[in-house]
């Protein structure tokens, strides 16, 4: 029997509407390990004015499990923007439900992304945080889904690329639902989705 912390640990009352484990725990920590090196490396020459932004509320635990790998010093905000509401597709209408509560006019500011897919919401993010003349904007998303990419982007940092299926866990849901799952996963065909 799996127990939390295993790779196949699927918390009991969802486990019947999980059609596939896609990336484990294991892998996104590892993959995490990896990326933290790459920021440190990236930033360490910069004036130790980095701020993560996480965009909520689907890159929560990215941002978090990132933060506490990284050894540079990191300011960490938010900002919320409309999406799908309880649907799956892309409305391309952003509107910013909560901003940032900091000034970012000559800071380094990395976006931290729970997955691009249309491209529409981190189109317009990007363009919205460059318009408050921060020194930098990169982006940082977990997951990408490249065949459903409708504006080109710079993610500079790139967790996993994934195939265009609906996929939860790790802080991404499914009408709010399934964010604590600590895998990246799919559903099974007739939970809604
Ligand atoms: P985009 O504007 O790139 O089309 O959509 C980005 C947002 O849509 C993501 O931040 C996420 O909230 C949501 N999204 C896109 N694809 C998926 C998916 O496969 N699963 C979940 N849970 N959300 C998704």
Redesign the pocket.
């Known amino acids: 029997m799996s127990r939390p912390g295993d790779d196949d640990w699927i918390p009991e009352q969802l486990k019947d509407d999980v059609e596939e484990v896609l990336i484990p725990a294991s892998r996104i920590g590892a993959r995490l390990d990896e990326l933290a090196v790459e920021v440190d490396r990236d930033y360490a020459d910069r004036n130790g004015d980095l701020l993560l932004v996480g965009?909520l509320r689907?890159a929560i635990f990215t941002l978090s499990d990132l933060a506490r790998r990284l050894t540079l010093p990191c300011a960490i905000d938010f900002m919320a923007c409309s999406?799908?509401g309880s649907g799956?597709t892309?409305s391309g209408v952003v509107r910013i439900l909560k901003d940032l509560d900091t000034d970012i006019e000559g800071r380094d500011v990395l976006l931290v992304?729970?997955?691009?897919?249309?491209?529409?919401?981190?189109d317009y993010l990007i363009k919205n945080l460059r318009s408050r003349k921060p020194a930098s904007v990169e982006v940082l998303a977990l997951l990408t889904?490249p065949s459903?990419r409708e504006v080109d982007l710079p993610v500079r940092y790139v967790g996993f690329e994934v195939p265009d299926?609906?996929?939860?866990g790790y802080g991404?849901?499914?009408a709010e639902r399934y964010r604590g799952i600590p895998h990246i996963v799919s559903l099974r065909p007739g939970t809604g989705v």
Do not use: C
Not at 165 to 168: A, D, E, L, S, T
């Open positions: 965009v689907g999406s799908y799956t892309s992304e729970d997955i691009v897919d249309t491209g529409l919401t981190l889904k459903r299926v609906f996929v939860v991404l849901d499914y």
